[in-house]
């Protein structure tokens, strides 16, 4: 179970993400996780939103250059070791980690991870066979 991550270019310049954003608002798209890193003349924004194309659409036409790519998300309880546990698992698989960034859901409880991979079959897979929740865009977007 794989979800659609956008990544989008951004110069590492005062506004330039709210820009990002701002297009996104006036296309009406929900973003539902974020995570920004840095260099010193730019930045790669990574998100999932409600719309993926939409998004896209809507970046394209402000000149935002994007790329779309595969990702993984796992529901992990909110506890001291949820996050270890799933590391473990991919690690026992020799699933490489690129990278991750996550979230909580304090409704529910518990915490959302998402993952980029080198092999995501091999990390579904390994993810799976100890019981980790996998969840799709519309999971996240519920939480």
């Known amino acids: 179970m794989t979800i659609d991550q956008i990544s989008v270019f951004v110069e590492n310049e005062a506004g330039k993400l709210a820009g990002v954003t701002k297009v996104l608002a006036d296309a009406g798209?929900?973003?539902?996780?974020?995570?920004?890193?840095?260099?010193?003349?730019?930045?790669?924004?990574?998100?999932?939103?409600?719309?993926?194309?939409?998004?896209?659409?809507?970046?394209?036409?402000?000149?935002?250059v994007t790329l779309?790519?595969?990702v993984i998300?796992?529901?992990?309880?909110?506890?001291?070791?949820?996050?270890?546990?799933?590391?473990?698992?991919?690690?026992?698989?020799g699933v490489s980690m690129e990278y991750l960034y996550a979230f909580v859901s304090r409704r529910e409880g518990n915490a959302y991870v998402v993952l980029r991979v080198e092999d995501t079959e091999g990390a579904v897979s390994a993810l799976r066979g100890k019981n980790v929740d996998l969840v799709g865009a519309e999971d996240l977007s519920a939480s």
Do not use: H, N, Q, W
């Open 73 to 93: 998300a796992a529901k992990i309880e909110d506890r001291p070791g949820g996050l270890a546990s799933v590391l473990t698992a991919l690690s026992e698989a």
């Open 29 to 64: 798209i929900d973003l539902r996780a974020m995570s920004i890193a840095d260099t010193r003349d730019f930045g790669i924004l990574r998100m999932i939103v409600d719309d993926t194309g939409g998004a896209i659409e809507a970046l394209k036409a402000a000149d935002y």
């Open 68 to 70: 779309t790519s595969k």
